[in-house]
């Protein structure tokens, strides 16, 4: 018997159709936790009463009961005596069917509902099994190592943690019984049979461990186990075979089991166990529990009553040993349960065990394929943004296992699997498409931890970017600017002007000596080697009180040698503020030719523009506006560059020929790049498309592959642009992707590269780490007590990811301490604490794995009690019919009131300021500079009744613009309504 554990009778009253009609047997199922099969007539004597001893009674349905009746084959009692006969602890009735402790339950089969009587033993260790040192075994195996490969997708996935606590297969050699006594090193041997002079023997060989047992006389139980040590797994697996389908022996049994049962003390287990009769074989599915002697309550949780059951059946147990159970049978799953008490605390031992009550010959129970692992569920972390699910498919294509991402997580469920499983790890986006996959893995188990690692991505090769200067970043006179004359020179025609830099840009005055004479001064930037150039230019008054005279502010490219230039210009004049697009051509001393591209002649236009020019200074020429397109052409004779070797070179510009007053054009965030385009090369054969995806998930712009390269023109954004660079193959699978924002400039070239993933799964790319470049465009804005900073990352990471910014302060200009004031992992810092009417100065160092970048440039500001400070933004979210048949008329976050909407602020180059959710009841944003230009950016709800939706917005940007987002200036109050959709078809 199992000694370990303790026996129970359990009746099953089964109907085989195989039968004659009117045959009806009883299955008694007993043993250490199993039932014992007694088929049996029956016998219509239902007595109510009876007496210890009658001695010819087959059926004894009494209503109570004196043990020692010793030919009651079966014993329906509601109570009995134990018989004190019995040896090794063991008490038995004097015909070997146990004695009943009460334990009984009540279970329908067959329509009719079966009183099950409970039998049990005292256990031989009730501590646990007496082992020596545990040491892994010659048969165990350890998890595979990670091989050294790439994935033909982005991201593959490495093990971090292996979940095999345990693997014999019990048939990888040939032993004696001998030899496996003298190897204690796992497998322990035991059992009763030895003191009840039973036969036993067991050996291994190809196919399994057997263990035989031969009952001393029939009727009389013997048991004889392997066991192993103490474990905290908590998922256990064997292929058990019963020797026979039936034994020629009315009333006698052999039954065969896996035990999981805690090792601390008490008779608590559960076991899934086969049964055989002289009738057949059945398997069920027990729980029992008890003290540390014996086990008192039993629980039948599942049995299979069919006929002609197969002798060879895989049973994975997997439990916490408190609450929670499942068993699989033949990976079906037979039994779970999640609110049980199942009194079985760890550690746990594991017991194969034989026992028999058939004398007439010595019967085997094989046993192989035996393994533990520490969960029943493969673990994923580490997925980047915008995975959705995570399958476990075979190799055969199929998905097995499936889990939705949560945080970056995933959990897939392997318990029904015979292990290891074999196959890839598959990550999928919202819609489907393939972004990651591992090659096709060799033994995955349960509890392993697997780590998504991006294995391809496209890298800054080459930056486009040339020239960057916010020119709102200090304060400085037209002295102090003509001295540095670093960047810019300044000159001009008008003996009147006014030059000077402040946080609202560059401050360009001039007047006219008088009325209809023009005067001019200009910014001139040296010979650059771009084609493509940006400033945000504004324009002071919207109107002249005189007419026919007239004020230009504009962004020019220029000939350097000659007259010959392209624009975009604000033209005020006495009605109102036009923006015109021009190219003109001349001689060394003034233009005499003149084309106006494009004007707009709509009234009132923003005083404030983003111009782009883009430019080969010959034929090719595009202007956007606001990053709207409002002028290209590829058939000009633009005359801007002489020679192939001559450059143009940028100007900002105020002219007028108003004589009454100084008028200002003020200019900003300055950049030129080598181009309009990112281009991304050396792709894999299989890259079909690259896809510029922004800060929401949506794409923003994409390409086609050709020869390995992609070309996709980013003029009209704001520069830097932050984007992830996905490249896809031809079934929309993910093969590359930069995984975090890079800062994209116009002209940038990027390749892609492969990360090879080694055994502990890191990987480094083959190109040397570096430090980064220096951190952009930083921008100081005061407020009350504090000021609030901003920055564009890095145009180079150095070949490793930027971990952080240190951020400097100082009270004189370059005078910022060694030691920074802050470290943070965001492009913005707010600096609190501050005295106001002091200036501070500020710059920012980039740090990744190779050490700290040089420094920004410097910033600095003035906090003051006196500054304003709060823009002010209301949402309302409304419903829209069209949302149906696809979804609910409402978004997850609901309509009416309370209904929110993220809102985020951005400076003017771009630079996050603050973000938070906005009601009908308003948000607002404070510490802001009343002297600055702010932009309000509502952007799109993440998980819209589960995917991504589009947010459409009645008021987008200025100008009613559905491209850009808002500007607003402090103590604005602006109003946001919005809807969602998921693009069903009938929405906007």
């Known amino acids: 018997?199992?000694?370990?554990?303790?026996?129970?009778?359990?009746?099953?009253?089964?109907?085989?159709?195989?039968?004659?009609?009117?045959?009806?047997?009883?299955?008694?199922?007993?043993?250490?936790?199993?039932?014992?099969?007694?088929?049996?007539?029956?016998?219509?004597?239902?007595?109510?009463?009876?007496?210890?001893?009658?001695?010819?009674?087959?059926?004894?349905?009494?209503?109570?009961?004196?043990?020692?009746?010793?030919?009651?084959?079966?014993?329906?009692?509601?109570?009995?005596?134990?018989?004190?006969?019995?040896?090794?602890?063991?008490h038995f009735l004097p015909n070997g069917v146990g004695y009943y402790d009460n334990g009984t339950m009540m279970v329908p089969m067959n329509g009719k509902t079966h009183k099950f009587h409970l039998h049990t033993k005292i256990d031989f260790y009730p501590y646990g099994i007496p082992h020596g040192p545990t040491v892994t075994p010659d048969p165990l195996v350890g998890c595979p190592p990670n091989a050294n490969s790439s994935s033909a997708y982005a991201y593959t996935a490495s093990r971090a943690k292996c979940g095999l606590a345990e693997f014999d297969p019990l048939n990888n050699k040939t032993a004696t019984q001998q030899q496996l006594s003298a190897d204690s090193r796992y497998w322990v041997y035991g059992g009763d049979a030895p003191a009840e002079n039973a036969t036993y023997s067991y050996y291994e060989d190809p196919q399994g461990l057997h263990i035989g047992v031969k009952a001393p006389s029939n009727g009389t139980y013997a048991g004889f186990y392997a066991a192993g040590p103490n474990t905290t797994s908590t998922l256990f697996h064997a292929a058990l075979t019963a020797p026979v389908r039936t034994v020629p022996s009315n009333n006698n049994y052999f039954q065969n089991g896996m035990y999981v049962q805690t090792a601390q003390g008490s008779i608590n287990y559960v076991t899934c166990v086969s049964v055989t009769n002289n009738v057949g074989t059945v398997w069920v599915v027990v729980h029992a529990s008890g003290t540390a002697t014996s086990a008192t309550q039993f629980d039948l949780l599942w049995v299979d009553n069919s006929p002609?059951?197969?002798?060879?059946?895989?049973?994975?147990?997997?439990t916490n040993g408190d609450n929670y159970l499942k068993v699989y049978l033949d990976g079906a799953l037979v039994y779970a349960g999640s609110n049980l008490n199942l009194q079985m605390p760890m550690p746990f031992n594991v017991y194969m065990e034989p026992q028999s009550s058939y004398a007439g010959q010595l019967l085997?129970?094989?046993?192989?394929?035996?393994?533990?692992?520490?969960?029943?569920?493969?673990?994923?972390?580490?997925?980047?943004?915008?995975?959705?699910?995570?399958?476990?498919?075979?190799?055969?294509?199929?998905?097995?296992?499936?889990?939705?991402?949560?945080?970056?997580?995933?959990?897939?469920?392997?318990?029904?699997y015979l292990e290891p499983v074999n196959g890839s790890i598959v990550l999928q986006d919202m819609n489907n498409n393939k972004i990651g996959s591992t090659p096709a893995v060799s033994g995955i188990f349960g509890g392993d931890a697997y780590v998504a690692n991006l294995t391809a991505s496209p890298s800054l090769a080459q930056s486009g970017l040339v020239a960057h200067d916010p020119l709102n970043n200090q304060t400085a006179t037209l002295q102090q600017l003509q001295a540095s004359q670093q960047f810019w020179s300044y000159g001009g025609d008008t003996p009147t002007y006014s030059v000077y830099e402040n946080q609202q840009g560059l401050h360009i005055g001039v007047k006219a000596p008088s009325n209809g004479t023009y005067g001019g001064y200009t910014a001139a930037s040296p010979p650059l080697g771009v084609s493509l150039l940006h400033a945000v230019v504004t324009v002071k008054v919207r109107s002249l009180n005189t007419t026919g005279m007239d004020f230009q502010g504009g962004l020019y490219a220029d000939d350097p040698d000659q007259i010959n230039y392209a624009t975009c210009v604000a033209i005020t004049q006495s009605d109102d503020t036009y923006w015109s697009v021009v190219a003109a051509t001349g001689n060394t001393t003034t233009a005499n030719q003149y084309n106006v591209l494009y004007t707009d002649t709509s009234p009132g236009q923003p005083l404030k523009r983003d111009c782009t020019i883009v430019t080969n200074g010959t034929n090719f020429l595009a202007v956007y506006l606001d990053h709207i397109l409002v002028y290209t052409n590829s058939s000009l004779n633009l005359q801007l560059k002489p020679s192939a070797t001559s450059n143009m070179q940028a100007g900002l510009e105020s002219e007028t020929s108003y004589g009454p007053s100084l008028l200002e054009g003020i200019y900003k965030d300055f950049y030129a790049t080598t181009g309009q385009d990112i281009t991304v090369n050396n792709l894999p054969p299989n890259a079909a498309t690259v896809r510029l995806v922004g800060s929401s998930g949506s794409v923003l712009e994409s390409s086609p592959v050709t020869s390995g390269t992609a070309q996709i023109n980013i003029a009209k954004y704001h520069f830097p642009l932050a984007v992830a660079i996905n490249v896809y193959d031809s079934s929309n699978g993910l093969v590359a992707t930069t995984q975090d924002p890079v800062s994209a400039y116009g002209g940038n070239v990027y390749t892609y590269r492969v990360t090879t993933i080694n055994s502990t799964g890191s990987g480094s790319p083959p190109s040397t780490v570096t430090v980064p470049q220096s951190p952009t465009g930083l921008v100081a804005t005061a407020g009350n007590a504090q000021v609030s900073l901003s920055w564009s990352a890095p145009s180079s990471n150095g070949g490793s990811a930027i971990t952080g910014y240190n951020v400097y302060r100082g009270t004189t200009a370059g005078g910022e301490s060694s030691v920074p004031v802050a470290t943070v992992t965001t492009s913005t810092y707010a600096d609190t604490g501050l005295t106001n009417g002091q200036t501070y100065y500020y710059t920012v160092k980039a740090v990744n794995s190779a050490g700290t970048s040089a420094a920004s440039n410097e910033a600095s500001a003035t906090p003051s009690a006196s500054i304003a400070s709060t823009i002010t933004v209301y949402a309302h979210r409304i419903p829209a019919p069209y949302w149906d048949p696809c979804f609910a008329i409402t978004c997850s976050a609901g309509t009416g009131p309370g209904a929110s909407m993220w809102i985020a602020l951005y400076n003017s180059v771009g630079g996050f300021i603050e973000g938070g959710f906005a009601d009908e009841n308003g948000f607002n944003f404070t510490g802001l500079n009343p002297t600055a230009t702010y932009y309000v950016y509502p952007t799109d709800c993440d998980s819209c009744h589960g995917s991504t939706h589009d947010v459409i917005f009645q008021y987008w940007g200025d100008n009613n613009s559905t491209v850009r987002p808002r500007a607003a200036t402090v103590g604005a109050s602006l109003d946001a309504w919005y809807s969602c959709t998921n693009n069903c078809s009938g929405g906007p």
């Not at 002609?308 to 997997?318: E, Y």
């Not at 075979?394 to 889990?403: C, E, W």
Request: charged share 15%.
């Open 308 to 318: 002609n059951q197969s002798l060879t059946r895989d049973c994975t147990i997997v």
């Open 1 to 90: 018997m199992h000694s370990q554990l303790n026996k129970q009778v359990m009746k099953i009253q089964m109907m085989f159709s195989a039968l004659r009609t009117g045959m009806i047997l009883v299955i008694m199922l007993a043993a250490a936790g199993l039932p014992e099969v007694l088929a049996v007539p029956d016998n219509p004597a239902n007595e109510t009463s009876a007496t210890a001893g009658d001695t010819n009674d087959t059926n004894l349905d009494s209503t109570s009961a004196t043990a020692g009746d010793t030919n009651d084959t079966n014993l329906d009692s509601t109570s009995a005596t134990a018989h004190p006969s019995g040896g090794n602890g063991e």
């Open 364 to 416: 085997y129970g094989t046993y192989n394929n035996y393994y533990e692992t520490t969960s029943e569920n493969m673990t994923l972390s580490g997925a980047p943004p915008g995975t959705s699910t995570v399958n476990l498919v075979d190799t055969a294509g199929n998905t097995i296992a499936s889990s939705p991402v949560k945080s970056g997580s995933a959990v897939l469920d392997l318990g029904r």
